[in-house]
């Protein structure tokens, strides 16, 4: 059979993405059976290593070449997760190395992580000239880390499933229901900061979310009030979820101590 041309249809249309700094979230399990194993002064050492390597990333944030966040995880999935920002795939993998050679590393085990690099949708148009020169969107696009108590992680993805295809829908539909998305955001703001992960192609799922709060209520009503948008609704697919406190650089003895 003859192949039919294919002139793109209003349905075909992607979206177009802002692309920013590439995103790692690495999430551990703290093996407290081995660490008790090891003596107070080799633990101490290990935890300073570990300070020291924090301390650097924190040279590139303050450079404002990448950002980070460390905190902890509640409940059984890890106890830790450290999140890397990095304008690379390769600063990323080179952070990733240099952590795993840490000696306080043999007593973290991996339990998940998240590939995806900070997307900015332009459902909304991207305004006038070029987007990546507007201050606005590089703060978007290259996020320094809010220092918030708390921060909530998740992948999802839009559906696929015959009669709630995403995919499927014309960019006019798609608009209009992410509009609605952007208003119910946009009511949380000042309470929830969110940066957004496209990892289509880089990891299993469409999106990471990731939101940052001080008050760790918020997460489960912007969740829950999501749950009722159209969006969300029909054509939401979630991950697993982590939660966790913010992890200060300076309590970690205190946090490692037994
Ligand atoms: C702090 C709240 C907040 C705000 C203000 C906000 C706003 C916006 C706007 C304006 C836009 C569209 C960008 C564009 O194109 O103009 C988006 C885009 C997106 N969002 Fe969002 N979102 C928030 C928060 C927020 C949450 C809590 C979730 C999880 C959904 C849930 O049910 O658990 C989410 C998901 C997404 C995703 C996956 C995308 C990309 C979808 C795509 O198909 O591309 N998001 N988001």
Not at 11 to 35: K, N, P, S, V
Request: include cysteine.
């Amino acid at each position: 059979m003859q192949h039919q041309s294919s002139e793109p249809t209003v349905t075909q249309q992607a979206a177009e993405t802002l692309d920013g700094w590439y995103t790692f979230h690495d999430f551990r399990r703290i093996d407290w059976a081995r660490l008790k194993q090891v003596d107070a002064s080799v633990r101490t050492k290990m935890v300073q290593e570990f300070q020291a390597f924090l301390g650097e990333l924190a040279q590139v944030e303050d450079q404002k070449e990448g950002s980070h966040a460390l905190y902890t995880i509640i409940g059984q999935k890890a106890d830790l997760v450290l999140m890397v920002l990095r304008p690379t795939m390769e600063e990323i993998q080179d952070v990733e190395v240099k952590m795993q050679k840490l000696d306080l590393y043999d007593y973290l085990i991996p339990t998940y992580s998240y590939v995806s690099v900070v997307e900015l949708g332009t459902y909304r148009g991207s305004g006038e000239g070029n987007p990546y020169e507007n201050p606005y969107v590089r703060d978007r696009l290259y996020p320094i880390l809010p220092k918030s108590k708390h921060i909530c992680f998740y992948p999802m993805s839009k559906s696929r499933r015959d009669g709630d295809n995403w995919y499927t829908l014309s960019m006019e539909k798609r608009k209009e229901l992410m509009y609605r998305h952007g208003m119910i955001g946009r009511s949380y703001a000042g309470k929830i900061q969110q940066i957004i992960g496209g990892s289509t192609g880089f990891d299993d799922w469409e999106w990471g979310v990731t939101l940052f709060a001080n008050d760790i209520l918020q997460f489960k009503k912007i969740v829950y009030e999501m749950r009722f948008d159209e969006v969300s609704a029909k054509y939401g697919e979630f991950g697993e979820f982590f939660i966790g406190n913010r992890l200060e650089t300076t309590d970690l003895e205190a946090h490692f101590a037994l």
